[in-house]
């Protein structure tokens, strides 16, 4: 990022957003985003293209799922920069979330706490969103993550992933399944892996057999049928870890993204009594080690999205080396500004070169190896 638009983010923007209560600064700031009339900047270094589940990607810096849940700033995600956006959690029918207040920030760690519990407006509210964007494509790949209405009963809770992936699934170069927000109650029991397998069944039984290229309104992506990803929760212990990597293996899974927000305080040095998902700065080891774990585990063969407390260049490059493939943030976007994904690619170009990498795949679980 250019240090001026660093500055002035930081020093006039931030200030004046964070004296808002955070939903509020949220929809100030999507709303602008959504009616500014961006382009994407020029084309990204060669070294950061890379291919992940058969969709290609300009670079590996993605627009963590939560920012956009209603699809409202494709566009701007695309002249940021990023590589790929995740847009959702995306649920089958509207829902107002919980009561507020819901988030809240904690500067002084550089965290955010929420239990927000998927507000949105639901999926044909999105639908009618993608159908409308313009023909002329961002470069950008589109990610969409699903999950159930909160008052959707257990047994039912596959058919919503299913009626989610039919709806929608035209519109998406890859299918984020969340099996791991805290506020929407017993979703996180999903990760078990017998109850994972009904939901990623019901995925692939609603998945139209193929998905014609020119029929997809956003970015056309090589595969015919979008790769399916589960998401995880970072409080998951290390064989309940292991179980949901062999799960994944089995069920033949394209992805995993590593990690959710997390219910831990103390044993990541925070105090805040606030209930729901932290997310931010101290989050990055605990999420790092999720995804070397995973990557471990699947033998390097299970493509892995990392995701918590990245911020950085350095912190994006550490996830990359412990195993990720691509790299996503929310919460660093909001102390660092939007130009945070620019700042990070610039600065992989050079750690690629300070390391002798000619390209991210190459970076990508290189800690591991050591
Ligand atoms: C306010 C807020 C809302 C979020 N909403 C969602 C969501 O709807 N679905 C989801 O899968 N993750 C959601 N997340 C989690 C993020 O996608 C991400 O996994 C987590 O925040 C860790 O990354 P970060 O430290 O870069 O924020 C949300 C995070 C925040 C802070």
């Known amino acids: 990022?250019?240090?001026?638009?660093?500055?002035?983010?930081?020093?006039?923007?931030?200030?004046?957003?964070?004296?808002?209560?955070?939903?509020?600064?949220?929809?100030l700031t999507i709303a602008a985003l959504s009616l500014m009339p961006l382009k994407r900047p020029a084309s990204d270094p060669p070294e950061l293209a890379t291919t992940v589940f058969g969709v290609r990607f300009a670079n590996p810096v993605g627009l963590a799922a939560g920012l956009d849940k209603d699809a409202r700033a494709i566009r701007a995600w695309n002249a940021l920069g990023f590589g790929f956006a995740e847009l959702g959690t995306v649920t089958p029918r509207p829902q107002p979330g919980n009561t507020q207040p819901r988030m809240w920030r904690l500067p002084a760690h550089r965290a955010l706490i929420n239990r927000l519990g998927f507000p949105g407006e639901g999926m044909e509210a999105v639908a009618a969103r993608l159908s409308r964007l313009p023909k002329d494509r961002p470069a950008m790949r589109v990610a969409l993550n699903f999950g159930p209405n909160k008052d959707t009963p257990p047994e039912r809770v596959a058919e919503d992933y299913a009626a989610l992936t039919r709806r929608l699934a035209h519109f998406a170069d890859m299918i984020v399944v969340n099996l791991s927000s805290p506020n929407t109650p017993g979703l996180r029991e999903w990760q078990a892996p017998e109850r994972m397998r009904a939901i990623v069944d019901a995925v692939r039984?609603?998945?139209?057999?193929?998905?014609?290229?020119?029929?997809?309104?956003?970015?056309?992506?090589?595969?015919?049928?979008?790769?399916?990803?589960?998401?995880?929760?970072?409080?998951?212990?290390?064989?309940?870890?292991?179980?949901?990597?062999?799960?994944?293996?089995?069920?033949?899974?394209?992805?995993?993204?590593?990690?959710?927000?997390?219910?831990?305080?103390e044993e990541i040095g925070v105090s805040a009594r606030f209930a729901g998902g932290l997310s931010g700065a101290p989050l990055l080891v605990r999420s790092r080690e999720v995804v070397a774990q995973v990557y471990r585990e699947t033998s390097g063969r299970m493509p892995?999205?990392?995701?918590?407390?990245?911020?950085?260049?350095?912190?994006?490059?550490?996830?990359?080396?412990a195993g990720a493939s691509l790299v996503e943030f929310y919460t660093g976007m909001i102390y660092r500004g939007p130009g945070l994904a620019r700042e990070i690619k610039r600065g992989l170009v050079r750690l690629l070169a300070r390391d002798g990498f000619r390209s991210i795949s190459e970076a990508v679980g290189s800690a591991a190896r050591k």
């Open 1 to 27: 990022m250019p240090p001026e638009l660093q500055n002035s983010y930081t020093r006039l923007l931030r200030p004046l957003l964070f004296r808002l209560d955070p939903e509020t600064a949220h929809r």
């Open 304 to 321: 892995i999205i990392g995701v918590g407390g990245i911020a950085s260049a350095d912190d994006a490059y550490g996830h990359l080396c």
């Open 205 to 265: 039984a609603a998945m139209p057999s193929t998905v014609p290229a020119e029929s997809r309104a956003i970015t056309p992506s090589n595969p015919p049928r979008p790769p399916i990803l589960v998401k995880i929760a970072p409080d998951l212990n290390s064989s309940q870890i292991n179980e949901v990597c062999a799960a994944a293996v089995d069920l033949a899974i394209d992805g995993i993204v590593a990690t959710n927000t997390t219910l831990m305080r």
